[in-house]
């Protein structure tokens, strides 16, 4: 009989508690105080992403408006000439972007097969994952260093193909992890059936698994664009800077980000809302690069 | 530990017809630890083998031997000695991706490839030189699997669109496309329900005018219900305490179910352990 007590005392316990359904009011404050700090937290982080977009919007979107198709048609003026655009700054930007692209994408996607598919997990591969994390810790201006000692130095000029090299610096590790992500994806299974049907290796990688992983391989490449669109430190001495259209790839390139380094540094008002518009122009391009990034990876299989 | 299997048996009333794979002596090693011991058994041609036992006897493991699945894991060794057709797998001269043409596989999950129910069997084809009329053989293949009817309003579709029992009927229909001459069923039905379970076993005593199968299976009605033959394995604790696996008894179904010679082999398809 004793030894039942506490266990009867405690059923009823439970049952006289378990009627009470209203949350008591201490947990109250402390889950609506928790709330607040979160959405103050999320306000801060908002902040400055917010603030960026309204001065661009606001210093920006006028120029670019103002005189709409001359912006992207025209030439910069020189100094005290009102009017103008930034036609060489635009091509230089997807110009270089481009050449950047050309190198790193079959760099990237194959190292990464390599890894993933080819080398799994030997020393080789490690080795190679390894420095794609120090690569993508390299500052952006050592990259363009290595483009200038590289690729300047050699041809003896600044161009858009120094330019792109150092992009492309830039733009593989970020293709490598994002390809290796989307290789690893695909499931275990699929590789044992490619397997099961006498499929080699590069049969199976180049006719199904690589054709599956293409939405991860897709965003990473639009993330290493949107990266390599914004870059300025790279550029600086190896597109360098050009006032007209550069007539090849092997002559001083403008590009937009360098082009508001330039311009926003004058005492010349045209000068700097051509900046400011220039400015706009590169968050729109990267933004909207970013939002293709998200819709390839909503298609994907797995 | 004894070597059963028909060499301890009378010869007489066991397996019949010449061998398409003999395996001798064969034990399977990861690494240092040895996951199968001493296994001899012949597979004859055109007939179902079923391996049953407990998990972890190493049914599955001598499985993938037969295609040199094993090869992908680090650390995977083969000892003893498999032939098909009087040819050594394991020769260093034997390229693997030729015995996986012509020993096919099924496995335990779906797994169709991300891509059209046409082209998950045209890929197959396509990489093993098949040459003829592609239209004809996908059709072949499907209506094989007993797919067809299901599915030749949709072969665009992809193959992930289908139902678990559909996948699995178009992974056999990719199998047979390559006309293999062995396919290997790795626990074919675990992931489906009853009546797709019932649907493979009937595709099972199809393709067995066709094919010589081996089947892996947890289900002892199963076993009964497709093969003509059935290996028992079962585990047994070795001298440093790890688990191996070794065949117990190799015999015609009606025998391993009904009058079992070794003891352990009674227990298991009595359902006493296992």
């Known amino acids: ?302 | 530990m004894t070597n059963p299997s028909i060499y301890s048996n009378s010869t007489d009333n066991s397996i019949s017809g010449s061998p398409v794979i003999t395996t001798e002596n064969v034990s399977i090693f990861y690494g240092s630890f040895q996951a199968v011991r001493n296994v001899f058994l012949d597979i004859p041609k055109n007939k179902v083998v079923a391996f049953i036992g407990p998990s972890g006897c190493g049914k599955s493991t001598l499985l993938r031997c037969y295609n040199r699945l094993n090869d992908l894991i680090p650390g995977a060794r083969v000892e003893g000695k498999i032939t098909y057709q009087n040819i050594d797998l394991y020769d260093p001269k034997v390229d693997p991706v030729e015995v996986r043409r012509r020993i096919g596989m099924v496995f335990q999950r779906p797994n169709p490839f991300p891509k059209s129910i046409y082209e998950n069997i045209a890929f197959g084809a396509r990489i093993n030189g098949y040459k003829g009329d592609m239209d004809e053989l996908v059709e072949r293949s499907l209506k094989g699997a007993a797919l067809w009817d299901e599915v030749k309003d949709k072969l665009k579709e992809s193959g992930l669109s289908l139902s678990g029992g559909q996948q699995q009927r178009l992974c056999i229909a990719r199998t047979i496309a390559i006309e293999p001459e062995v396919i290997l069923m790795d626990e074919p039905c675990s992931a489906l329900d009853p009546i797709s379970t019932l649907r493979v076993e009937d595709l099972i005593h199809e393709l067995k005018q066709r094919f010589t199968i081996i089947i892996v299976t947890h289900n002892m009605q199963q076993a009964s219900r497709v093969a003509d033959y059935t290996a028992f394995f079962n585990a047994e604790a070795g001298e440093h305490g790890s688990r191996f696996g070794y065949l117990v008894e190799y015999d015609r179904t009606e025998n391993i179910f009904n009058a079992p010679q070794e003891k352990a082999t009674q227990d298991y398809v009595s359902g006493r352990f296992g």
């Open chain 1, 1 to 302: 009989m004793s030894s039942q007590n506490p266990l009867d005392s405690h059923h009823q316990d439970l049952s006289s508690r378990a009627m009470d359904y209203t949350v008591s009011s201490g947990r109250k404050f402390f889950g609506s105080l928790m709330t607040t700090l979160v959405i103050l937290c999320v306000a801060i982080a908002i902040l400055p992403l917010g603030s960026i977009l309204f001065m661009l919007l606001k210093n920006g979107l006028g120029r670019l408006f103002q005189d709409f198709p001359a912006v992207f048609t025209e030439l910069p003026p020189p100094p005290l000439v009102d009017g103008g655009g930034l036609r060489n700054a635009i091509m230089g930007t997807i110009l270089t972007c481009l050449i950047g692209s050309l190198i790193s994408v079959p760099v990237g996607v194959l190292t990464a097969i390599y890894t993933v598919e080819f080398g799994q997990g030997n020393k080789l591969s490690q080795f190679v994952r390894f420095c794609t994390n120090v690569l993508s810790g390299v500052p952006s201006i050592i990259a363009g260093l290595f483009a200038y000692g590289v690729v300047v130095l050699t041809m003896g000029t600044f161009s858009a193909i120094a330019g792109g090299v150092a992009l492309s610096v830039l733009m593989v590790p970020i293709i490598i992890r994002t390809a290796e992500e989307g290789l690893k994806s695909i499931p275990r299974e699929v590789r044992q059936g490619l397997v099961g049907i006498g499929a080699t290796t590069f049969q199976g990688v180049f006719s199904v698994i690589l054709p599956a992983a293409l939405p991860f391989i897709a965003t990473g490449v639009t993330l290493a664009l949107a990266r390599a669109a914004g870059e300025t430190a790279p550029l600086l001495f190896t597109a360098l800077f050009n006032q007209y259209d550069a007539r090849s790839l092997r002559e001083p390139t403008a590009t937009l980000s360098v082009l508001i380094y330039n311009y926003a540094i004058t005492p010349y008002k045209n000068q700097n809302e051509l900046a400011w518009a220039a400015a706009l122009i590169v968050v729109v391009l990267i933004l909207a690069v970013s939002i293709l990034a998200r819709s390839f990876t909503k298609r994907k299989v797995y």
